[in-house]
């Protein structure tokens, strides 16, 4: 834990906690944020969205929820180019680059009555036709939540405490980080303690099903967690938001060490947050180091399988 500067980590297998460890001073009951880890919560309110009929199909254009983007690269983009990031549009990523998409977005001054990020992704260039070239963008993610929130009428927060937090039976109230113009930052920045992050992997791992009923449609789980575009990482993919292992597991992340892993075929989920520094893997290294512990856990259940 320490040399992982890790803060907690939650192992539950067969939906039952395996191990459960805190560190700098972090405890059960605490909330740490997110990151991006946020971006899968908010992928799946769109199924959720769908089965409640706010949003017709995936194949719709964003701009008939989003009327703000019309005349911008974005009239031509589905629902789905914005989940599996294919949008085609240009975003820098770059967080060490203070000029970036990602480091500029929310200091950007907003139309009056207009969600800020809306202004920034209207004002884009178009890099790629829709569908077409993968890449990363916290921006769209942001997107999502503002076509989840026009869609239903309500806040995100709302809809993802209405739709999974409570009804699923969350141990703690969690919080949403707002933008300057007061809506979510939908790619971001969820603040909720470990052991609900991993309540969450159990809820995907376990069919998204509260006792009111399934909360996204038949299939969506099946479609929204394999390969739908190549991020050019062998053996690895994007599904809707969340990243996919070709051998069936898939994983919600989070800048500085955070991520909640799923795998099917060992009834696994790996809850954990942290607080890495470029010594412990960020940026390039970041990747290698969590998969690299995410199979170290699993060959130690296929050793105490095999046992």
Not at 36 to 42: D, E, F, H, I, R
Not at 129 to 148: A, D, F, K, Q, R
């Amino acid at each position: 834990m320490a040399s992982q500067n890790a803060a907690a980590l939650v192992i539950l297998q067969d939906g039952k906690i395996r191990l459960e460890r805190y560190g700098n001073a972090f405890t059960p009951s605490g909330r740490w944020t997110s990151f991006s880890v946020a971006k899968s919560l908010t992928s799946t309110l769109v199924g959720a969205a769908i089965v409640d009929g706010h949003i017709e199909s995936l194949e719709d254009p964003v701009t008939k929820y989003i009327p703000g983007l019309a005349g911008s690269p974005y009239d031509e983009v589905t629902i789905a180019q914005l989940l599996t990031m294919t949008s085609g549009v240009a975003w820098n990523e770059d967080y060490e680059d203070p000029n970036s998409d990602v480091a500029r977005f929310d200091s950007a001054e907003p139309v009056a009555g207009e969600i800020g990020i809306v202004t920034y992704m209207r004002g884009l260039e178009r890099a790629h036709p829709p569908g077409e070239v993968w890449n990363y963008s916290t921006g769209e993610t942001n997107l999502i939540g503002v076509l989840v929130s026009a869609a239903t009428g309500k806040p995100v927060a709302d809809y993802l405490s209405e739709k999974i937090w409570v009804a699923y039976g969350m141990e703690q109230d969690a919080t949403w980080l707002l933008g300057q113009d007061g809506h979510e930052i939908s790619g971001c920045c969820i603040q909720a303690s470990t052991r609900d992050f991993a309540r969450f992997g159990q809820f995907i791992l376990d069919g998204a099903m509260t006792d009111a009923g399934p909360v996204v449609p038949a299939g969506w789980l099946a479609a929204a967690t394999v390969k739908q575009a190549d991020i050019s990482e062998p053996g690895y993919g994007y599904g809707y938001q969340w990243w996919t292992w070709d051998e069936g597991a898939f994983m919600a992340d989070g800048i500085f060490g955070q991520g909640i892993f799923i795998d099917p075929a060992r009834n696994l989920v790996i809850a954990s947050n942290a607080n890495w520094t470029t010594a412990l893997g960020l940026r390039d290294g970041e990747w290698p180091a969590r998969s690299d512990f995410y199979r170290k856990v699993q060959a130690a259940i296929d050793a105490e399988a095999a046992e």
